[in-house]
């Protein structure tokens, strides 16, 4: 396809390739938004679907929907392997390339265990639609695998759940793990008691919620711990296989060092670390540029990639810096907020440059931290300009759930989801508890109503 103005390709729909689309709306360009699946997802809430209290369509929305009104904009469905940066191509996995005049990579990251991919057969991590489907059968199939096995040994390694990785996505997954088990399934079995279920958080590092202040994390950690949560901390995962998991940790009190054990589990869920797309390696086998140990491309202070000024690495797949004034430079978190600023600054910085001006250093507003544990329970550190406020419980709870419905995709999405929330509030009802396949095999994930 010919085009008479600037083509811009953006590979991503994202929050950082939505934002950038969005602000390049009323520019003097073609642009031309490449994406793997058909919908953006609000990521933030996606442990929600995989923990059945949200369906899937209240946190996502189809891509070509949320552009239908912007005419300078074709969507395309498809997967990029390569981009040439010399000849300005980007490859198609259908053999298709597109030529391009500006490109701006938002691919995100996927999965990372730590060299050890093999675990993901047993321990499903959470980035996509299809993740939460999987971990949401596994979990509910595991209390229905429970019901009906004689042994109580095995019985009861199908009621351990384990979540890998105590950051946001591990504890809100962990709490949410804990009220499926406390609250909502309560009285629908009659040879088990869900009640019985173990709930293990199991964290290398020394505490929960490494990012956010020691206040919080421990606060979040005596919230879990009264929901229920173990919570196993400077507990190194050392093998996962089939019937659940090698553990490196602390000895039992009175004991020093650490001792290796292991813990019997039938349902093990990952969220303990992120990888960089495969793209930024391309990035990096293709122009030179440097890439560190997640994968994640250094980037210039303006977000383009560094001899190449007509290419911008935004959002996870970016090692971006911060150049606030008065300053030293930061490194932008791998968080939604930070993804979507660096759209909007990436798409303004390509205007600059179409003008024939001077782009600008990146400049990241950091808002804080949310994280909820359950019901009325949560964490928040927020940044003001009269300094940090840092609160939890009840009020961080309501505070997290507004922000995120706020946040949210659509109208339609925010009353879905309040609704939703609504009722198990009051109810602890869980709605969204069906799922396809059988106890054995999970069937193709075709959609959801």
């Known amino acids: 396809m010919m085009h008479t103005r600037p083509h811009v390709v953006i590979i991503g729909g994202g929050f950082g390739g939505l934002e950038a689309a969005k602000s390049l709306a009323k520019a003097p360009v073609d642009i031309t938004l490449i994406d793997k699946t058909n919908h953006h997802l609000f990521q933030p809430l996606l442990y929600q679907v995989a923990t059945a209290g949200l369906a899937a369509p209240a946190i996502a929305a189809p891509t070509r929907s949320l552009f239908r009104h912007q005419a300078n904009l074709t969507t395309l469905l498809s997967e990029v392997t390569d981009i040439d940066a010399k000849d300005k ?13 500006h490109l701006i990579v938002a691919a995100g990251a996927t999965h990372s265990y730590f060299g050890h991919d093999e675990w993901s057969a047993f321990a499903p991590g959470l980035k996509t639609l299809e993740d939460a489907f999987e971990i949401r059968r596994q979990v509910l199939f595991a209390f229905e695998s429970a019901e009906k096995e004689p042994d109580p040994e095995k019985r009861q390694n199908w009621l351990t759940l384990c979540v890998i990785g105590a950051g946001p996505t591990g504890v809100e997954m962990a709490g949410a793990f804990a009220e499926i088990a406390r609250q909502t399934l309560v009285g629908e079995f009659r040879r088990i008691n869900p009640h019985d279920a173990r709930i293990l958080l199991i964290e290398g590092g020394p505490r929960v919620l490494q990012a956010m202040p020691e206040s919080l994390s421990q606060k979040a950690l005596e919230q879990l711990q009264k929901l229920g949560v173990e919570v196993r901390l400077n507990a190194i995962v050392t093998g996962i296989d089939a019937t659940g998991l090698q553990v490196r940790g602390p000895a039992p009190a009175g004991v020093m060092g650490t001792v290796d054990y292991r813990i019997a589990s039938q349902c093990v869920v990952w969220a303990a670390g992120v990888a960089a797309s495969s793209l930024g390696q391309k990035l990096a086998d293709n122009t030179g540029c440097k890439i560190d140990r997640a994968g994640r491309v250094v980037v210039s202070s303006d977000l383009s990639l560094p001899g190449h000024p007509d290419i911008y690495v935004i959002g996870d797949l970016a090692l971006a810096m911060s150049h606030s004034s008065g300053k030293s430079p930061t490194a932008v978190p791998g968080v939604s907020p930070g993804a979507k600023q660096m759209g909007r600054w990436a798409a303004n910085n390509l205007l600059q440059r179409l003008a024939g001006k001077p782009t600008r250093a990146f400049k990241y507003a950091d808002y804080g931290n949310l994280a909820t544990i359950g019901h009325n329970a949560a964490v928040v550190d927020l940044s003001t300009p009269f300094g ?35 009722s198990a509030y009051l109810s602890f009802s869980r709605n969204a508890r069906v799922v396809a396949g059988t106890l054995h095999k999970s069937a193709p994930h075709v959609g959801e109503s």
């Open 388 to 422: 940090p406020v840092r609160f939890s419980g009840r009020w961080a709870w309501w505070f997290w759930l507004l922000a995120h419905i706020y946040f949210l995709i659509g109208f339609r999405n925010r009353l879905v989801v309040l609704m939703d929330w609504g």
């Open 89 to 101: 191509k980007v490859h198609l996995s259908d053999g298709s390339t597109l030529v391009f005049d």
